[in-house]
């Protein structure tokens, strides 16, 4: 499975931005696809995820109420629709996929197998 990643920019504080991973291959149901992101001098942080037949997502706190996962089938894409931006969501955000959705490792970046090259997302306030 190889991902890239892209729809990152320069945004005011409230804005919205569309984040897109368009994954190359045939993509079986059962995959989780994922968002994660790394603020400079930050680790890796868990934003969102969703399994690739659509339905279940999980989200981080930060990114709830805000942030909205989604898939397009046909398009072999994911998308994150990120809402009113602050200028903590300033990170590079990568998009990754596993074989399961798995309710105990959902959040673990360690636990992804491909990973997308990353969009940067710049937040001015």
């Known amino acids: 499975v190889q991902l890239q990643a892209s729809g990152g920019g320069l945004v005011q504080a409230g804005a919205s931005l569309r984040l897109s991973c368009a994954a190359s291959?045939?993509?079986?149901?059962?995959?989780?696809m994922g968002w994660f992101r790394q603020a400079p001098r930050g680790e890796r942080e868990f934003v969102a995820v969703?399994?690739?037949?659509?339905?279940?997502?999980y989200y981080a706190d930060s990114a709830k109420g805000r942030f909205t996962i989604s898939t397009d089938n046909a398009k072999n894409t994911v998308y994150l629709q990120m809402n009113s931006v602050k200028p903590e969501d300033t990170a590079v955000y990568y998009c990754?996929?596993?074989?399961?959705?798995?309710?105990?490792?959902?959040?673990?970046?360690?636990?992804?197998?491909?990973w997308g090259q990353g969009t940067l997302v710049t937040v001015s306030s």
């Open positions: 990754a996929a596993r074989e399961a959705l798995s309710i105990v490792y959902y959040n673990n970046a360690a636990h992804y197998d491909y």
């Open positions: 291959g045939r993509i079986p149901g059962s995959y989780a």
């Open positions: 969703i399994q690739w037949s659509g339905g279940l997502t």
